[in-house]
């Protein structure tokens, strides 16, 4: 490493929708260690975007077990840092300049389909959590004017992506990815009707404006950093790297996750499972 690359900083981005698992723990955990050989700063984001599953009580136990498994970050919403808020919910103006530049770029318009309809036209029963591809008939005309942002946004918006164009990134983890858009993802949500930024949108402004140099996140969401990129280049933004941690599974291959009876890092304490056993498991 020399003196002239960027100083590295990496990011824990947890939701408050439900208590933290083994799987989450395992994620954050390799974050820290990359972060930690890189002589990085790691910082905590809460994402707390979702209005309906958000509550106040998970995001003070969320840090609390993350720190009780051993993790330390050096910016949060705990702590403060040069880069605050590290809430989202406390980040809306943000993401709302970056809608605007994406509306005079004509790049977005507002879609009245319901997530019913979009999996009713995509024909094929829809079984991965992957959102199926907006189908090209539910597009309006590249030339038809957009319509103005409300004040208070109450219709879904969504970006256009570049048809048949091939979006690559080497992973640090994956090795070289590959997605082209209009195939292996579509159109998708920046802004939704109650008012608030996709998930897509708010990371990328985040990632961007905490000056994130790698991504740490689970291989379930490579098809969002195809996404992503799409929103890098729209804005002008420089993309991080990526670092795509693999599943935990259990032993049947059904995916943590996915388990309604997954431990959550919660009951394995209340079980009188220590940080050490917690972390020799999430190894296995
Ligand atoms: N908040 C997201 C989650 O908990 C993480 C997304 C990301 O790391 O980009 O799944």
Redesign the pocket.
């Known amino acids: 490493m020399t003196d002239q690359q960027p100083t590295y900083r990496g990011?824990?981005?947890?939701?408050p929708?439900g208590h933290l698992h083994l799987g989450?723990a395992r994620?954050f955990w390799i974050a820290a260690e990359r972060t930690k050989e890189k002589n990085g700063t790691l910082i905590l984001?809460n994402?707390d975007l979702d209005a309906e599953r958000f509550r106040m009580d998970f995001v003070t136990d969320m840090l609390e077990d993350l720190r009780w498994v051993g993790l330390d970050w050096a910016e949060g919403p705990d702590i403060g840092g040069p880069f605050g808020p590290y809430s989202q919910s406390q980040r809306k103006t943000l993401y709302r300049f970056a809608l605007q530049k994406l509306h005079a770029l004509g790049v977005i318009y507002p879609c009245t389909r319901s997530r019913r309809d979009v999996i009713d036209a995509a024909g094929a029963p829809h079984e991965t959590d992957e959102e199926p591809v907006y189908p090209a008939h539910f597009r309006p005309p590249a030339s038809q004017d957009v319509p103005a942002l409300e004040d208070v946004i109450s219709i879904n918006w969504r970006m256009r992506v570049p048809d048949n164009e091939t979006l690559s990134f080497i992973d640090n983890n994956l090795g070289l990815k590959q997605g082209v858009a209009g195939k292996d993802f579509g159109d998708f949500l920046v802004w939704r009707k109650d008012d608030c930024p996709s998930?897509q949108l708010a990371?990328v402004v985040d990632?961007s404006a905490m000056q994130i140099t790698e991504?740490?996140?689970?291989a379930?969401?490579v098809t969002?950093t195809f996404r992503q990129l799409v929103l890098y280049k729209a804005l002008g933004l420089i993309s991080p790297e990526f670092y795509h941690c693999a599943l935990m599974l259990d032993e049947k291959g059904v995916r943590l996750a996915k388990r309604h009876d997954a431990l959550s890092l919660r009951q394995m304490r209340s079980h009188g499972m220590t940080p050490a056993d917690v972390i020799a498991a999430m190894k296995r």
């Open positions: 990011r824990l981005a947890p939701s929708t989450h994620t984001r994402e998930y990371c990632d991504v740490v996140r689970g379930d969401l969002s």
